[in-house]
T-cell receptor, first 113, second 112 residues
Framework: KAGVTQTPRYLIKTRGQQVTLSCSPISGHRSVSWYQQTPGQGLQFLFEYFSETQRNKGNFPGRFSGRQFSNSRSEMNVSTLELGDSALYLC????????????FGPGTRLLVL | GESVGLHLPTLSVQEGDNSIINCAYSNSASDYFIWYKQESGKGPQFIIDIRSNMDKRQGQRVTVLLNKTVKHLSLQIAATQPGDSAVYFCAEKGNAGNMLTFGGGTRLMVKP
């Protein structure tokens, strides 16, 4: 069974631009979570989706948003990019909401110049 | 989880020795704990998990110990191999959906 896939793998943007990242969960998994990983702050929870509904949100500004489609694929969007948004953005999928075991994708490396 | 700095604590072990990686978690209400391994350029890889009603769980070459009294988690790797070299993260989950709170990570270096 294929794992979690994320596209693109690498991205370079400039301040003020916006970006959309995509995540396809493991086949059959319906819950998707997003995390931001930086050297300074480590891994931090962004948000979680199940059945096309955001179930949880971490402590990030409103510039960070996401959505989930009926096929469980998810996208996250960051508007008005700042230098501090440079990070590895990780997507994790699990079978259902509240299912503890989460499997991570390889991440999207975003660099904001 | 622990606060995170730019410099990860590092554990250096000889190939074939046992490794013990420790983690202090923050929320006494957390009911599920996971260890992840992250190699350079990859996402975190699930290693082993444990629920709060257990104090020990064993996998293949790995054992997780949970001490709820002092909010401490440890990962033991038996007969450490060069392929075990990576950053290891502990994560805790409360009852708010799937949200995981991660520790700062420990870098394991295995010397051949």
């Amino acid at each position: 069974k294929a794992g979690v896939t994320q596209t693109p793998r690498y991205l370079i943007k400039t301040r003020g631009q916006q970006v959309t990242l995509s995540c396809s969960p493991i086949s059959g998994h319906r819950s998707v979570s997003w995390y931001q990983q930086t050297p300074g702050q480590g891994l931090q929870f962004l948000f979680e989706y199940f059945s096309e509904t955001q179930r949880n949100k971490g402590n990030f500004p409103g510039r960070f948003s996401g959505r989930q489609f009926s096929n469980s694929r998810s996208e996250m969007n960051v508007s008005t990019l700042e230098l501090g948004d440079s990070a590895l953005y990780l997507c994790a999928s699990s079978l259902v909401f509240g299912e503890e075991t989460q499997y991570f994708g390889p991440g999207t490396r975003l660099l904001v110049l | 989880g622990e606060s995170v700095g730019l410099h990860l604590p590092t554990l250096s072990v000889q190939e074939g020795d046992n490794s013990i990686i420790n983690c202090a978690y923050s929320n006494s209400a957390s009911d599920y704990f996971i260890w992840y391994k992250q190699e350079s350029g990859k996402g975190p890889q699930f290693i082993i998990d444990i629920r709060s009603n257990m104090d020990k769980r064993q996998g293949q070459r790995v054992t997780v110990l949970l001490n709820k009294t002092v909010k401490h988690l440890s990962l033991q790797i038996a007969a450490t191999q060069p392929g075990d070299s990576a950053v290891y993260f502990c994560a805790e989950k409360g009852n708010a959906g799937n949200m995981l709170t991660f520790g700062g990570g420990t870098r394991l270096m295995v010397k051949p």
